[in-house]
C-alpha cells in the first residue's frame, strides 16, 4: 500500500484551502523537528546514564538534558522556517518572540510542550510533544492578539515517541495519523480517519490521588470498578503516567483519560494552553469530549501561558457520564 507523505498531505490541504502555505511552512518546520527528537529521544538510552537534571522548570519540576534539549530543536526550526513570530513552551516561562518582518500575511504562535512525560524516559515509557497553532491578526497599535480560548487553534497535534514514532493532528476537518519512515525520514499517513468509539472499557488516573478526588470522580470511578459483566464492566485501568501515551491508547482503543484537581494540584496538574487544548481539540474532532468537569475545555477562558486546568476526556459516552455528574451536583445545590 503506497501511504501518502506527510508533506504531499499539506499540498492537498493547501490546495483545498483548509490551511495557508503560511501553517504549512509552521507545521513543516514542527515535523522536521519532531524526526530530530525522535532521534535523540531514542538514543537517550545511552545518554541516560551520564545524564543529570540540571535545571527545574517554570513549574519547579526537575529539567531533564533532554527536555532542554527538545525544546531547543523545536526554537531553532521555527527560528529557522521564519514562519512562527511567538511561541508559548512548558520550559519557557515568557513567551519567546520569534518576530521577523519576512512574512506579514499572519502571525503564528505555537504552543508546545517540547518533550510531555520526560520523567518516563529513563525507564523507556513512550513520552511525546504536545503542540497548538493560533494565527492571529497583527493589530501594530494594540499589538498581538491574546488568545482567548482553544476555540481558536486552527492546528493541533501531538508526536508519540514509542515503538514507533507517530504524528496525530488535526486542521479542523477530523483527525489523521502519520508514522515516522526511519529509513527515508517521511512522516507517511497510516491512519487516514482516526475516530474515537462512543464508549471504551479502560479508564486513565493516577488513583494514588483518590482521596483528593472531588466526589464526583470518586463516584465515577466507583462506577468503573462496578461488577455488572453485561455491561462490559468492571473497566480496565490502564495508566503510564505520560499524558500523549494515555491519550494516544485512549484515542485508538476508546476510553477515558482523567486528570482531576488535587491536594497538591488544586486545579489539576495539566497546562491548559499546550497539554489540554490541543489534546481537547484532537480528541472532539475524533468524535469525542474534553471537559474539565462542568465546561468543555476549548470554551475555557486563557488567563496566562501556564495556566492549569483540570482534564477529562475520550469517548463521548463516557465523558458525559462525569459531565452529567457534575451537572446534577450543580443542580442540586
Ligand atoms: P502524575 C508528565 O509529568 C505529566 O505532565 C503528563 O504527561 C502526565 O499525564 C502527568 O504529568 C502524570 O502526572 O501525577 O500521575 O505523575
Redesign the pocket.
Known sequence: MICNSFVQHMHDEVEAGVITVGLSAVLMDISLAAVAVSRIVNRNVFDSLVMVPETVNTHG?KQHRLDMKAHDIFVSFLKKGKRCNYLISEECEDTIDLHNDLYDDSVYTVCM?PL?????IDVNVS??SIFSIYSQEWQSKAGLTPIKSGQEQRVAGYVIYGTSTTMVITFGTGVYGFTLDYVTGEFLLTHPNIRLSKSGSSYAI?E??SEDFPHQIREFLAFCKQSDFENNLPYKSR????????IHRTLLQGGI?L?PS?ST?PKG??RLLY?CNPMAYIIEQAGGLAIDGMRPILSIPVLKNHQKVPFIAGSYNMVKKVLNLYSNESINN
Not at 116 to 120: A, E, K, L, P, V
Not at 239 to 246: E, H, I, K, N, Q
Request: glycine fraction near 14%; hydrophobic fraction near 25%.
Open positions: 519540576e510542550d510531555d512525560g520526560s520523567s518516563n513520552v511525546g493516577n494514588g490521588n495508566y503510564v503516567g505520560s499524558m500523549v501515551a494515555d483519560f486528570y488535587t494540584h496538574k495539566l497539554e
